[in-house]
């Protein structure tokens, strides 16, 4: 990709530390819309694909929608915007707080992102120098390396659906979700299979044989990761200070 920046994938995890952080720490949303715009900003100039990330967050929006409904329903207080008999569907305290979890969301979801622009090696050799055991940071890889093989698996199978000529979005909702737990088991035993065929595959080549493993690459921070560091410790520290301050 033209114009990506090499850095570093403790740069790139210091990164995703800070803008989760300021994730979870605010509450204004004003500030959490910075936080992800400067998210999405991090991801483009680790070189990751903002179109890819819009896509993925375009298929939460109705479970987003339908937390802002359920905070309203279970939060009490506010002025009622939208009202059945007793019943409040809609608040303005429920809005602000489904606002508040559906940019959190995106934060972490992008700032997550950041981390797919590194290779699964430089990762796992990323987080040994940062002193994670080595099963540990196998084990994280691996994880993340089974999201999209999960995503191939439904794929593969709503693609199966759709050529036997059933139109999911044509059948009603509950047969619908029916359909899905049918759906369920096939796509788990696939995964499963894939995750035993693993396992054996590290057998063979005698995974944590020895106490000690080595590696023959050794990242080394270079000038631009340092910069980067301080500008993003630099950042996440004004924030901080303007939320204590606007608090």
Same mark, same amino acid.
């Given at each position: 990709?033209?114009?990506?920046?090499?850095?570093?994938? !403790?740069?790139?995890?210091?990164?995703?530390?800070?803008?989760?952080?300021?994730?979870?720490?605010?509450?204004?949303?004003?500030?959490?819309?910075?936080? &992800? &715009?400067?998210?999405?900003?991090? &991801?483009?100039?680790?070189?990751?694909?903002?179109?890819?990330?819009?896509?993925? #967050? *375009?298929? =939460?929006?109705?479970?987003?929608?339908?937390?802002?409904?359920?905070?309203?329903?279970?939060?009490?207080?506010?002025?009622?915007? =939208?009202?059945?008999?007793?019943?409040?569907?809609?608040?303005? %305290?429920? =809005?602000?707080?489904?606002?508040?979890? @559906?940019?959190?969301?995106?934060? %972490?979801?992008?700032?997550?992102?950041? @981390?797919?622009?590194?290779?699964?090696?430089?990762?796992?050799?990323?987080?040994?120098?940062?002193?994670?055991?080595?099963?540990?940071?196998?084990?994280?890889?691996?994880?993340?390396?089974?999201?999209?093989?999960? !995503?191939?698996?439904?794929?593969?199978? @709503?693609?199966?659906?759709? #050529?036997?000529?059933?139109?999911?979005?044509?059948?009603?909702? #509950?047969? !619908?979700? *029916?359909?899905?737990?049918?759906?369920?088991?096939?796509?788990?035993?696939?995964?499963? @299979?894939?995750?035993?065929?693993?396992?054996?595959?590290?057998?063979?080549?005698?995974?944590?044989?020895?106490?000690?493993?080595?590696?023959?690459?050794?990242?080394?921070?270079?000038?631009?990761?340092?910069?980067?560091?301080?500008?993003?410790? %630099?950042?996440?520290?004004?924030?901080?200070?303007?939320?204590? *301050?606007?608090?």
């Amino acid at each position: 990709m033209a114009g990506k920046v090499s850095l570093d994938p !403790r740069t790139k995890l210091f990164m995703v530390l800070a803008i989760s952080s300021l994730a979870v720490f605010l509450t204004n949303i004003y500030l959490l819309l910075l936080v &992800l &715009l400067l998210a999405v900003a991090a &991801l483009a100039f680790a070189g990751g694909s903002i179109v890819d990330l819009l896509g993925k #967050l *375009k298929r =939460l929006i109705a479970i987003f929608i339908a937390i802002v409904f359920v905070q309203s329903i279970f939060t009490k207080g506010g002025q009622p915007l =939208l009202q059945a008999g007793e019943l409040v569907i809609l608040s303005d %305290i429920g =809005l602000t707080r489904g606002i508040q979890t @559906m940019l959190r969301f995106f934060i %972490i979801l992008s700032s997550a992102a950041i @981390m797919t622009t590194s290779n699964p090696r430089e990762i796992i050799q990323g987080l040994i120098q940062c002193k994670v055991p080595y099963e540990i940071a196998f084990m994280v890889t691996v994880a993340i390396r089974f999201f999209p093989i999960l !995503r191939d698996e439904v794929n593969d199978i @709503m693609t199966a659906i759709q #050529l036997r000529g059933i139109n999911l979005k044509q059948v009603p909702f #509950l047969k !619908r979700l *029916k359909t899905y737990s049918y759906l369920l088991s096939p796509m788990l035993f696939s995964v499963f @299979m894939k995750s035993q065929d693993l396992s054996v595959a590290m057998e063979m080549r005698a995974f944590r044989a020895y106490p000690r493993r080595t590696s023959l690459r050794v990242l080394h921070f270079r000038t631009q990761d340092y910069q980067v560091m301080a500008l993003c410790t %630099i950042i996440f520290l004004a924030i901080v200070f303007t939320a204590l *301050k606007a608090g």
